[in-house]
Structures are given as C-alpha cells and as structure tokens.
C-alpha cells in the first residue's frame, strides 16, 4: 500500500519554472520505479519521465528532454520534477505514479494542475 500526494503545480507564463513534488508514504520500498505522467484536457495521459529507486536509470519523454529533470530523495520518499523553460503545449494534470518489478504503475496519486500561459 502506497499513497502518492503531488503539489508544486499553479499558474505560470512561458519560460518560467516549477518543481513539482510528489510525497510518498506507506510501504514505498515495495515500489521499483516512480514517474511522471501528464494529461491535458481532451488528450490522454502520456508519459512524461521515470526513475529507479537507485536513479540508475532515468528515462525521459521526448517533449521533456532538455527541460525537465526528474529526481528522487529517497530519505524523504519524494519524488520531484524540475520544470524549466515551461511552454503552453506543458499545460496539464501531472501525476505521480510507483510501479513494482513484477509490473507496471500501479500507484498513482491525485494529480496537480500546471497551467502555462504564453
């Protein structure tokens, strides 16, 4: 059992930068993995950046090379997403998400909205 709790997200123009958080709690070591995913209105939720709980390996949507840096602080179970260089096409509700080795995500938290204005 694992909770997953985002926040970080608001209102920003284009070109600035956000770090969204995302607290975990309960048995967070039965999680392997933990990413971001993003979903804007009308659209489906797409992938944004994973990492292992080691961070020895990080992958990253094509739309988020470059300007988004997923972390991890395993002392304090917190996921983080550093957002630079936002632009409109960012605008959506990220969410949190843990998975386990025997497979995929299966946690996911509330969401937390970022809204890009140009």
């Known amino acids: 059992q694992v909770q997953l709790v985002e926040s970080g997200g608001g209102l920003v123009q284009a070109g600035d930068s956000l770090r969204l958080s995302c607290a975990a709690s309960?048995?967070?070591?039965?999680?392997?993995?933990m990413g971001w995913f993003r979903q804007a209105p009308g659209k489906e939720r797409e992938f944004v950046a994973a990492i292992t709980w080691l961070g020895d390996r990080i992958d990253y949507a094509n739309s988020a090379k470059g300007r988004f840096t997923i972390s991890r602080d395993n002392a304090k179970n917190t996921l983080y997403l550093q957002m630079n260089s936002l632009k409109p096409e960012d605008t959506a509700v990220y969410y949190c998400?843990?998975?386990?080795?025997?497979?995929?995500?299966?946690?996911w938290g509330q969401g937390t909205q970022v809204t890009v204005s140009s």
């Open positions: 309960g048995r967070t070591l039965s999680t392997v993995y």
């Open positions: 998400a843990a998975g386990i080795s025997s497979g995929g995500y299966i946690y």
